[in-house]
């Protein structure tokens, strides 16, 4: 049996700080990386962010190709041209997230919370707008309840009253010939 291809990328960031002396007496920091992609295990290190997307780019380009390759090379070609479009995105705004994480963690944590916030928010709003329309189809589908029959007994019972006080006044009317 022929394995699937891949539909997931996860990758692990981790970086290391060296704070220094330079050579002309001023303190100075480097921060190096090594990223690694889970599921094959391939590790890149860096000290430039451009690299650790550059490498992630690769690895999702080559999952796309993978993904694709029983499409027509026109179909690969716009699948993989969409797919990139996203990491051109993730490539501008991945160096800025990385850098304002390190300035200052707790308000990146504050970020990652609220968007995850939102997609819970999302997700709950999707789910109750299901329960209700599952609600409503239960509602079309069951029976007559208890209530519902004593309400229609109710109902038949006046209307019966009502005919026979409609009876009584056509038995009072003088009758023709």
């Known amino acids: 049996m022929a394995k699937p291809p891949a539909d997931t990328a996860s990758f692990v960031l981790r970086f290391t700080q060296k704070v220094f002396q330079a050579e002309d007496g001023q303190h100075d920091v480097?921060?190096?990386g090594v990223i690694q992609h889970v599921q094959g295990g391939d590790e890149k290190r860096f000290s430039d962010f451009e690299a650790a997307t550059k490498f992630i780019q690769t690895k999702l380009t080559e999952m796309t190709v993978e993904a694709t390759a029983d499409k027509s090379p026109e179909e690969?070609?716009?699948?993989?041209?969409?797919?990139l479009d996203i990491w051109k995105k993730?490539?501008?705004d991945a160096p800025k997230v990385v850098m304002e994480t390190i300035k200052d963690p707790m308000?990146?944590?504050?970020?990652?919370?609220s968007q995850i916030q939102e997609v819970g928010d999302n997700i709950g709003?999707?789910?109750?707008e299901?329960?209700?329309?599952?609600?409503?189809?239960?509602?079309?589908l069951r029976g007559p309840s208890k209530?519902?029959?004593k309400q229609l007994l109710d109902v038949v019972q006046q209307l019966s009253e009502q005919v026979r006080a409609l009876n009584a006044k056509v038995d009072k009317l003088p009758k023709q010939q």
């Open 107 to 113: 308000k990146q944590v504050a970020n990652i919370q």
């Open 130 to 140: 299901r329960i209700d329309q599952a609600t409503s189809e239960i509602e079309e």
């Open 147 to 149: 209530s519902d029959f």
């Open 125 to 128: 709003q999707r789910i109750n």
């Open 30 to 32: 480097q921060w190096r």
């Open 90 to 92: 993730v490539t501008e």
């Open 76 to 83: 690969q070609k716009g699948i993989l041209a969409k797919s």
